[in-house]
């Protein structure tokens, strides 16, 4: 059963302009979710998070914004740059039950 | 400090054999959690250790196992190795405990190859 799910598996972007990366997940227990990134040959890092009980996070040029009624979340990356370019993957956790999505590929273009 | 280590970082097995991969995770946490990766499959959960127990289980057939030492080190398990077996086993490691799962920190993982 796929908890965390990323729709999109791929996305490509300009430079300077928005990134702009969802994800849904169907547990209604999840409580606090996660933005990982990975690059080739590399375990995933972990990017930004997020509690349930707030619907937006800001680090940066990355902001995640989480809609709880429509188990939605999503990652804003900008100004997008070619050194994002790297897979993303969002998790949703209930404790240490980590849930991972599929992942989204995502190419920024100078 | 040092971070996730995971051994080896390559392996190439035949169908039907066994192979033990580990996970040693950051000095202090004690939580490991594994993890397969496939193209288009992403990451798959599949099983969650915390002192020495095994708390959270994705859904894999039985062949795979694991467990973890006193130490935290953890050891992944698979046995009558079948050729989708082969991907990217990550392990991940966080403080664990009752709080919130907060960021975890991953390995750079074991590429697994069933010829």
């Known amino acids: 059963d796929q908890q965390v799910k990323q729709n999109s598996p791929s996305l490509s972007v300009q430079e300077g302009r928005i990134s702009i990366l969802n994800c849904d997940y169907t547990?209604?227990?999840?409580?606090?979710f996660l933005w990982y990134k990975k690059y080739p040959a590399e375990g995933p890092t972990f990017l930004i998070s997020i509690s349930s009980i707030k619907d937006k996070n800001e680090d940066g040029r990355f902001t995640v914004f989480l809609n709880k009624s429509a188990k939605h979340l999503s990652l804003h990356i900008v100004p997008s740059q070619p050194g994002d370019s790297a897979v993303y993957f969002c998790?949703?956790?209930?404790?240490?039950?980590?849930?991972f999505g599929a992942g989204t590929r995502l190419t920024v273009k100078p | 400090k040092a971070g996730v280590t995971q051994t080896p970082r390559y392996l190439i097995k035949t169908r039907g054999q066994q192979v033990t991969l580990s996970c040693s995770p950051i000095?202090?946490?004690?939580?490991v959690s594994w993890y397969q990766q496939t193209p288009g499959q992403g990451l798959q959960f599949l099983f969650e250790y915390f002192s020495e127990t095994q708390r959270n289980k994705g859904n894999f057939p039985g062949r795979f196992s694991g467990r973890q030492f006193s130490n935290s080190r953890s050891e992944m398990n698979v046995s009558t190795l079948e050729l989708g077996d082969s991907a990217l086993y990550l392990c991940?490691?966080?403080?664990?405990?009752?709080?919130?799962?907060?960021?975890?920190?991953f390995g750079q993982g074991t590429r697994l190859t069933v010829v």
């Open positions: 547990n209604s227990m999840f409580d606090y």
């Open positions: 000095s202090g946490h004690r939580s």
């Open positions: 998790a949703a956790s209930e404790l240490n039950d980590m849930r």
């Open positions: 991940a490691s966080s403080l664990g405990g009752t709080a919130v799962a907060t960021e975890a920190f």
